[in-house]
């Protein structure tokens, strides 16, 4: 019977404290550690290394990776890759995998697992996109045979670890991608946040502190720029995942392939010529993006003006507020609704109306596909003598800046 007691105590005790007996912030510090690597494992390999070739990693770190994940989600490199490479191929139509702008917000925040699994079994999405991913002996015979045999020893390490908690930490660790991956940064990278370029869809960087989902919080910069290996591109922006890559690639374990282009300045040339083009269109999302600021601060001038002058609060104040969140994005994305205050804004202001209708023409020279290469110079040139010639200063010195552009 003393036996049996000892043997029912440690059983107690067991299921109380696990093996290690630890404290509950040891705990917490545990599934913390363990769900970065998560998350580390989803940007780094199945995102910037698999799906987007941003970047080329030495096998023993892949390999890592593909176990981490195999543990701790149960997720295939192929299914994940090719839906997020459908993703950025059909983005924000009705074929886009998981797109809030199609499906909605709430569907995709609160279903964005379902999601995922519904389109993982489209065989002809992992056919067109699942392509170059892995596809050895151990990728057929356990990772992509036996998804939930790894989540299942993940629990019941979490078991001997910490008893009865256990249980907790490997909920924890199982709702951590569909929440953060499938759900927030499907969903609020796609509906809410601020947006640093015009790319040609909805995406909008959470934050600009990319640390708890690993840097995926700046989805604007990675869809602007998809293979870049770094999604930082202001001063103020950090990439957790980005100082991982750079860290491997200082240890030899790590090959970068592309980071963002940065839009250099030499001296101003006369007139602009087929380099100026060059870097230009090289740096297209860029340059629109130092465009718009200059409309933001004409905008923030009349404000100003207004305020001095008492009129805060008045119609033209309110137009003005409207002008400056939405002028300097492309026209096909404004809501109808707030146009025909845009259009009025613009025809009570000479500077605003000459500054939205040279954005749309400094747009057309990259934007229009029949057109030669000599016939684009000839074209930037005139651009640039038309912004000179305005009598707006935003634009002459715009045009200064462009005539100094170079590759």
């Not at 995922?116 to 057929?140: C, V």
């Not at 230009?280 to 200059?294: D, F, H, P, T």
Request: proline share 4%; hydrophobic share 45%; charged share 20%.
């Amino acid at each position: 019977m003393s036996e049996f007691l000892i043997v029912w105590e440690s059983l107690i005790d067991w299921l109380a404290n696990g093996v290690t007996n630890a404290t509950w912030w040891q705990i917490v510090l545990y599934t913390l550690v363990t769900t970065h690597i998560t998350i580390a494992s989803v940007t780094i390999f199945l995102h910037r290394s698999q799906a987007h070739r941003a970047l080329e990693l030495h096998p023993a770190v892949a390999h890592f990776f593909r176990l981490w994940l195999w543990l701790t989600t149960g997720m295939v490199t192929k299914e994940w890759v090719a839906i997020h490479r459908k993703h950025h191929a059909k983005c924000e139509t009705e074929d886009d995998p998981h797109s809030p702008q199609t499906r909605g917000i709430r569907k995709v925040l609160l279903e964005g697992a379902e999601l995922y699994r519904a389109e993982a079994k489209n065989q002809e999405t992992l056919t067109k996109y699942g392509h170059n991913t892995p596809d050895d002996w151990i990728e057929r015979n356990l990772y992509s045979r036996y998804t939930w045999q790894g989540v299942g020893l993940t629990l019941i390490l979490d078991l001997l670890l910490f008893g009865a908690a256990g249980v907790a930490v490997w909920a924890v660790q199982m709702l951590w991608i569909p929440i953060t991956a499938a759900g927030i940064i499907n969903g609020l990278g796609h509906y809410w946040g601020y947006r640093n370029f015009e790319a040609p869809d909805a995406s909008t960087n959470i934050s600009p502190w990319g640390i708890i989902i690993g840097g995926e919080e700046l989805h604007n910069n990675h869809h602007t720029y998809p293979t870049s290996a770094k999604l930082s591109v202001r001063k103020y922006e950090f990439d957790i995942g980005w100082l991982y890559i750079r860290s491997l690639e200082l240890m030899g374990l790590a090959k970068v392939r592309k980071t963002p282009p940065m839009l250099k300045l030499g001296p101003v040339k006369p007139v602009a010529d087929a380099s100026t083009l060059q870097a230009v269109i090289a740096n297209r999302y860029e340059v629109m993006a130092k465009y718009g600021r200059e409309l933001r601060r004409a905008v923030k001038a009349e404000l100003v003006q207004l305020k001095e002058a008492g009129a805060k609060n008045s119609a033209r104040w309110k137009e003005l507020l409207l002008a400056k969140r939405w002028l300097h994005r492309d026209e096909n994305v404004i809501p109808p609704s707030i146009k025909p205050q845009l259009a009025h804004a613009c025809e009570s202001s000479p500077v605003l109306s000459k500054l939205v209708a040279m954005r749309e023409e400094l747009r057309q020279i990259w934007t229009r596909t029949n057109v030669s290469a000599e016939q684009l110079v000839a074209d930037l040139q005139a651009w640039c003598k038309k912004a000179e010639e305005s009598g707006v200063a935003a634009l002459q010195d715009f045009a200064l800046k462009l005539r100094a552009a170079t590759v």
